[in-house]
């Protein structure tokens, strides 16, 4: 079964919109949770590194005003997509990762802005 | 150079023939390969993890590993129309390098 949880899978929503998605694991505390964003055909693009109980750390050219990371458990971070736009449609996805073990994705979340 | 190259594919495989995937990467000091599987529209999924030089074996998956070469390698034996997907090398230097993948397509 999925060992991380990601919620909801498919959101379309008017521009302007902020947008929420959370991303859990189930079966162990996650020290980091990485947040992505893949674009057709191309392959993920990691967004910002999120540590329970720290601010995230956001890649180059990611606008952390705009992409807000919460991570306030072990088990638990949540990507708000604030003002969404037509260009910030794409499909998000998380993973969870403790020490020494392959990151766990989970299964994603198509967004449309409209 | 990118960091961690693929042949983007598509790679046509008869069904039951063996799929072979190659991947080669520039960092001599990565330590942990990863074999992803993505469907079309979903999120990629582990197939193999390697982390020591040789042949790593799951199934009908076989991970190779050379870090001398800098090659990493994935066959898929008796390859099955579910086996159509991408296959993404992956590095893990504290973050995750991604290749562009591999498309793979098993034709019955």
């Known amino acids: 079964g999925a060992v991380v949880s990601q919620h909801p899978s498919r959101v379309i929503c008017k521009s302007g919109t902020s947008v929420k998605i959370e991303c859990r694991s189930l079966d162990f505390q996650a020290t980091t949770m990485f947040w992505y964003r893949q674009f057709p055909k191309q392959s993920l693009m990691l967004m910002a590194t999120s540590n329970e109980g720290s601010k995230a750390t956001y890649e180059q050219g990611v606008e952390k005003d705009k992409f807000l990371i919460n991570h306030a458990s072990l088990t638990l971070s949540t990507l708000t997509v604030t003002s969404a736009h037509p260009e910030d449609s794409s499909f998000y996805i998380c993973?969870?990762?403790?020490?020494?073990?392959?990151?766990?994705f989970g299964d994603g979340t198509r967004l449309s802005i409209l | 150079q990118k960091e961690v190259e693929q042949n983007s594919g598509p790679l046509s495989v008869p069904e039951g023939a063996i799929a072979s995937l190659n991947c080669t990467y520039s960092?001599?000091?990565?330590?942990?390969f990863f074999w992803y599987r993505q469907y079309s529209g979903k999120s990629p999924e582990l197939i193999m993890s390697?982390?020591?030089?040789g042949d790593k074996e799951d199934g009908r998956f076989t991970a190779q590993l050379n870090k001398a070469s800098q090659y990493v390698s994935l066959l898929i034996r008796d390859s099955q129309p579910s086996d159509s997907a991408t296959y993404l090398c992956?590095?893990?230097?504290?973050?995750?390098?991604f290749g562009a993948g591999t498309q793979v397509v098993v034709t019955p």
């Open positions: 992956v590095l893990d230097r504290g973050k995750l390098q």
């Open positions: 390697i982390y020591s030089n």
């Open positions: 960092d001599r000091g990565s330590q942990s």
């Open positions: 993973s969870a990762h403790r020490a020494d073990q392959p990151q766990h």
